[in-house]
């Protein structure tokens, strides 16, 4: 079973996204601070960490950057505001899927695919 980390801050959008992602079939996890999110990522593996790049905290850009120091990171689907100029910045640090908020159930469902095809293409090439 796909097992997947969630990290959004704004309440609504965090109980869709895990509705949505539950129905699926999928186990979610929820972090809702970065500290959360680095214990959950300490303690167990996950096939794909979903992250908001726009909360208010900065908790997204920091995980993400934490990320880069950890052996095995999972593969990262950001979401992000369609007008952000960070889009380079999320890609240089590592997210492997850009998905701009407001993005619909199937989108969501193919950026995780998208996630852990790469996840999987890249195991196979090391």
Known sequence: ?????????YRPLRHALNVTLRRTGWQVDIARTEQETLQALDQQPY????VDMDMATGAGWRVLRALQTLPNPPPVVALMHPESPSLPEAITLGAC?????????????????T????????AYEE
């Not at 079973?1 to 801050?9: A, C, E, F, N, S």
């Not at 996630?115 to 890249?122: C, F, G, I, M, R």
């Open 1 to 9: 079973m796909t097992h997947i980390l969630l990290l959004v801050g």
């Open 97 to 113: 899927v850009i998905l701009y908020k407001t993005v619909g159930r199937q989108a969501l469902l193919n950026g995780i695919q």
């Open 115 to 122: 996630a852990l095809q790469a996840s999987s293409s890249q």
């Open 47 to 50: 096939d794909v960490f979903v």
